[in-house]
C-alpha cells in the first residue's frame, strides 16, 4: 500500500516535470517568435558590430539581435591601442591641426599601393569627422588627443585624455549604451553570447530570411530576419586561412585573439561574395616574446609608440642596431627577418629610463607582465647572453646618443641614452618578434555597405557587412587607427541602409 502510493507520488511528479518542462519550452520558442519577427540580425560585437546595434536600436528604434560567439562582448576592438583617425575634426580645429578629407585620402590611397577600391577609401575619409563627431555627441567620448603615425601626413589619430585606451573606451562606452537600450527595452535589443553562426539561408528571390547559429547549449537554431550585418572581424590567428591565402605568415604569431578565424569570410565566400585583397595581410614588427611561453601563438603588442618615442631595436647576439625603428611596419618587420637570426626571428628592444618617464603607465604595465626588464646594460647583455664585448655595446649605444647623423638615417631621435651611457646605465628591454596583426582582405562592399557577388551587383537583398570581415577599405596596407574608423564609418553605413528601406 505503501509502497504503491509512493510509486504514484513519483509518476505524478514525473508528469509535473514534463508538463512544467514543455511549459518552460514553449516559453522559449514564444519567445523566439516574438524576438524573431523583424530584428535585424548583427554577427559580432566588435567596434563595428556595435556600432551598427546602437545606430539601429536607438538612432532608428529598429530592434536588434546581437549575436557573438565569445562568452564576452569587444572582438579585437577591444585591443587596439592608439586610436581612431577622423580629418576635420573639432579636436584637430581646436589643436589647429591642418588637415582635410583629401589628404587624408591621399595618405590612404597611397599606402593602398595600388590595390583596394578607392570609393570605399573616400567614402572612409570623407565621413571621418562625422564618425568622430557621432562618437563625442552620441556617446560623450572625449576623443581630444591626437598622434601621428607611420604613413599620415599630419595627426589625425584620436584618443582621449582619460587615458583609457582607445579600443576599450569605445568598446564599453558603446556596450553599455547597448545594453542600457536593452533592459529599458528587451524587445529592441538583444545580445546573445557563446551564439556562433554559422550560416546564412538566402531565398530563391535572392533576399535574406534567416541566420543559422549553434547556441550556448550546443543546439543549432534558426533566427528569421530579412537583414544581417556581418561584423565578425578578421582572420590573422586561423593557420588554415593563413596558409590558403599567405603561407609565408603561417609560422608567425599574432596579436589577434583566438576568435578571430575569418568565420565571416568563409560563410560570405560559400554563399557567393566576391572576395578581395585575401593575401595582403599586415604584419607588425613588434610583438612582445614572453619568456615564461616563448612558443605562444598568442603575443601581446609592444605599441609602437615605444620606437616612437625612443626605443631601439638590437640584434639579439650582436647588441648592435640594424634598422631605421621608425620606417613603415613592412620594412622594420623585413629588416628583422633578414638580419637577426633566422632561426627565432627575434630582436631586442631597448629603451632609456627619459623615454620609461614619457611613458611609464604603458612601461609599467609591461613590465607587470614580464615582457619589459629594468637593469643596467651589463645586466641586459647577461640577460640575453649577447656575444659583442660589452664595451662594444656601450659605445654602440653613446653612438647613437651623440652621432649628428644617424646610420639608419632614423629620422627623429628622442629620449636616447644620454652621451654618459655607460655599462651601469639603467635601461628597459624586453625581445619582440614580427606578428600577424591585421586582415585587409575580406568579402568585397559597396558604399551602402552591401556585400557584392563576382559579378560586383549586391549578392543578395539585407547581406551587409562593416569592419575587418569586409574588403576593399585598405587595399594593400591599412593605415594605423583607419580600422577602428572603418568600422565606425561602415557598421553606421549599414544601419542607414538599412533604416532606408525597413
Ligand atoms: C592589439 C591590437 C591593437 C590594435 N590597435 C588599433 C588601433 O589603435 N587603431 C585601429 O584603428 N585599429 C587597431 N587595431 C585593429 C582593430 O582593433 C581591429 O581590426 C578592429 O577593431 C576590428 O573590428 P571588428 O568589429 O571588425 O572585429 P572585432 O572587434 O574583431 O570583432 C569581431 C567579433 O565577431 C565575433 N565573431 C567572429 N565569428 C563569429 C561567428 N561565427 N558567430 C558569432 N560571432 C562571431 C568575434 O567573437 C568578435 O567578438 C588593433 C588590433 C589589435 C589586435
Ligand atoms: C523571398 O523572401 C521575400 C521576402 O520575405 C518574399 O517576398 C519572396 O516571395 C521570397 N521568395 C521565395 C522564392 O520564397
Redesign the pocket.
Known sequence: MVRSSRKILLYLTVIALVLIGRQIIQKKSNQMIKVTKQPVVV?????????ASNQLANSYKIPVIL????K??????????????GALSTTQESLKVKDSPELFLEDTVKSAKGKGVEPLMKKLTSDSRSAISWLQESFGLKLDKLAQLGGHSTAR?H?SSTNI???YEL?STLSKALKKTSEENPDLVQILLN????DVIINKSGQVEGVK?IDETGETQILQTSNVIF????F?YSKDMLEKYNPDLVKLP????E??????QN?LEKLGAKMIDMSEIQV?PTGFIDNANRDSNWK??A?EALRGLGGILLHPETGKRFVNELSTRDSVTAAIQNYCPKNDNRAIILMSESLYSNYKANVDFYMSKNLVFKGTVKEMVDHYNIKSPLDAVVQGLKHYSTASKDDFNRPLIVNSFGKDVNSNTIVYYGEITPVV???MGGAQIDEHSQVLNTANKPLAKGLYA?????GGVHGAN?L????????VVY?RTAANSIASRY
Not at 549575436?67 to 565569445?70: I, M, P
Not at 594605423?480 to 568600422?487: D, I, Q, V
Open positions: 554577427i559580432g560585437s566588435g567596434l563595428a558590430g556595435l556600432t549575436l557573438d560567439k565569445a564576452s562582448i569587444g572582438g579585437n576592438s577591444i585591443k587596439a591601442s592608439s586610436g581612431i583617425n589619430t584618443r585606451p582607445p579600443g568598446v551564439s556562433k553562426v554559422i547559429y561584423s565578425t572581424g578578421g590573422g599574432t596579436t589577434n585573439g576568435q578571430t578565424t575569418g568565420d565571416g560563410i607588425h601581446f603588442l605599441a596583426h591585421f586582415t562593416a569592419g575587418e570581415v569586409s591599412r594605423g587607427g583607419s580600422s577602428l574608423l572603418e568600422c557598421g
